[in-house]
Nanobody, 126 residues
Framework: QVQLVESGGGLVQAGGSLRLSCAAS????????MGWFRQAPGKEREFVAALRRITGSIYYADSVKGRFTASRDNAKNTMYLQMNSLKPEDTAVYYC???????????????????WGQGTQVAVSS
């Protein structure tokens, strides 16, 4: 089992920045992919970013490309999401996810991940 704990959410004005963290514990050696997803009220959960563990490759949703940066610190078993130039439409609960398999063609699909954090709220005011 793997446990994921997100932190770093909050309220920020449009144009501001936040950094989310996702601390992983447990059988982290079995994790081959990690991702960030978000869910706004009344909407489905959507892909934000994904990291492939073996290669270090990072993938982004078009809506956040150029504004958000995902990274990881292997020594701390922690993944980060630096969010800059935030917009009101970025308001959502942000979730960290981890998968035992990397799906090259489906890393953006939330049902390809096995473990989820509890989520952290991000609110961007206009």
């Amino acid at each position: 089992q793997v446990q994921l704990v997100e932190s770093g959410g909050g309220l920020v004005q449009a144009g501001g920045s936040l950094r989310l963290s996702c601390a992983a514990s447990g059988r982290t050696a079995n994790i081959y992919g990690m991702g960030w997803f978000r869910q706004a009220p009344g909407k489905e959960r959507e892909f934000v970013a994904a990291l492939r563990r073996i290669t270090g490759s990072i993938y982004y949703a078009d809506s956040v490309k150029g504004r958000f940066t995902a990274s990881r610190d292997n020594a701390k078993n922690t993944m980060y999401l630096q969010m800059n130039s935030l917009k009101p439409e970025d308001t959502a609960v942000y979730y960290c996810a981890a998968g035992k398999t990397w799906y090259s063609d489906n890393y953006y699909n939330n049902d390809k991940y096995d473990y989820w954090g509890q989520g952290t709220q991000v609110a961007v005011s206009s």
